[in-house]
Every structure is written in C-alpha cells, then in structure tokens.
C-alpha cells in the first residue's frame, strides 16, 4: 500500500483555504434555478422515504444536486466501535478495497475527523483543512487514505444522534474533478440545518429499520477488532520507546509537524526533534514513511 503516488497541483490543495473566512449572514451565495429546484425536489424524496432503510441513498442524490462530488460516504459512528458504513455512492471499484476494507478495519484510527469526533468535535459542516493538524497533508496517512484511494479532498457532516452515536456524511473529490470552490463550500455550509434535521430524524425512524443495523449479527467480532486494534494504538512501540517517545511517534503519526506536535506536548520543538531522534534509532526507522509502514505492520499483527 505504500507506493508512489500522484501527487496534486498545488492550485488544487486543500491548504488553499487557510485564511478563508466564513460564511456571515451577508454572505451571497448564487446556483443555477434548476440545480436549487432539484436539490428541493431531492429532498422532498428523501423526506418522503424517511421511514425507508434506502433514505440515505436520496440524500446522497439530493447532495450531489448541489454541487458536483465524485463520491460520497454515510458512516454510523459510536464511542468504542469502529465506523460503519451506512452507504456510499460513486466509490470506484479500483478504491472500494482501499477505502472500504482498510479504512474501516483500523485507518480510520489516524483519520482527522474521527480523531476530531472523539475528541467531542461537535456537530456541523467542515473541511478537512479545518480539520487536520498542520502537516497532515504531507503525512503518509493522507498519502495512503487518500491519495493511494484516488481522494484529494474531503469535506464532512458530523450529526449528533444521541446515545454516543453520531452519522458522518463524506464528500469527496477526487483527481477526475474539480476542487470546491469558496461559493461551493458555503453552499454546503448553508444547508448544514436541513442536512441534520434530515439525519437526526433517519436516525429515529429509517435507521431502526435497516438491515445493517438490526441485523448486526457480526458486531461482537468488530468489537473485538475495535478493542484489538485501540490496544495495539496504544501500545505500539511500548517495549522499545519511553513514554514521551511513544507520544511523539503519535503524533508523527497523526501529521503533526514539529511545532504542532511542541505547543500539543508543551514541550520545546529541540526536545520533539531530539524525541523523533531517539524513537526513530530505537525502531530503526530513518523517516515517516518508514515509521508509518511500521505502524501499519503493527496494526496487521495485532
């Protein structure tokens, strides 16, 4: 899985957004009659088969009347499990294996947004950038969930559903499409109410009767998965490196630059620097990549 990859033009980096200011209630925001008129009429759908285990699949429809993502990602998310998928569409063939298996058999550990969602992110619309520490973009992870599965850009709802459960929605850009533009991205934003009204009550109705969820009969084996691949987060490295090392292989790991990963520690980036010295000669590692396939390896034999 670590391999060459493609790398983007850098005017097609999500990084183009920092310094892009928000949405306010003056902001304008124009689309085409007939895109609004279908994103109403796909919604209306959605609603009306809010009862239905395929609700989803109409909100996904309505979404990409809005604006045009290559694929997308429903996922069930609860504290102490890991991600279920709900429903996708557009995901090519060539990446279901990469996205589909690895992801939710032990990547989405390192991912932003789960990251993010564990550590109380709250509900709302944001993109990866808003996201993601400040060296994420160069890191091995993005590289390999990412770019390695034909994604460039990700921008996400996140909707609390009570209970320690929470429903993402993924939108993703890949090499065949543009990159969202400022106007896009605020559209989005715009109908983040709507897009969780819709969720919250699939979450109440649709949901209870999807066959996904009722029908669960392999949760105790992805528990046990979950427990298995948490511990082996927290224990990789244990018999080599001292603690702060160990928090500093995180995160590494994570795509934390040396800054980020000093002001997170409240420690000295000289004292980071001379950790990723010591961690890297005791796993016998020369750089991230390195380490990150470690990890990986790590992952598959625990």
Known sequence: MISSVRLLPRACSAARLRGMSKPNDDTLIAMPFGALHKWHGGMREAFAHIDEPDALQHLASALAQL?????????????????????????????????LQRYFAGGYLLDPFCLAVEQGLAQGFYHLEEIAPDSFFDSDYYKTYY????????????????NDTKISVSLYQGFGGECLSADQLNLLRAVEPLVREFISEFSQRGMLRSREIQCDQDQGMRDDLKHRVQSAFEHFGSDLLTERERQVAHMILRGHSVKSTASQMTISPETVRMHR?????????????????????????H
């Open 277 to 301: 010295k010591n961690l890297y000669l005791k796993l016998e590692v020369g750089s991230q990549s390195e380490l990150f396939a470690l990890f990986i390896e790590w992952l598959r034999r």
């Open 67 to 99: 604006v045009s993502v290559e694929s997308m990602m429903i996922s069930l998310e609860r504290k102490d499990r890991a991600p279920q998928l709900l429903h996708q569409r557009g995901i090519a063939q060539e990446y279901q294996v990469s996205i």
């Open 147 to 162: 770019l390695n599965a034909g994604c460039s850009e990700d921008s996400y709802y996140i909707v609390d559903t009570g």
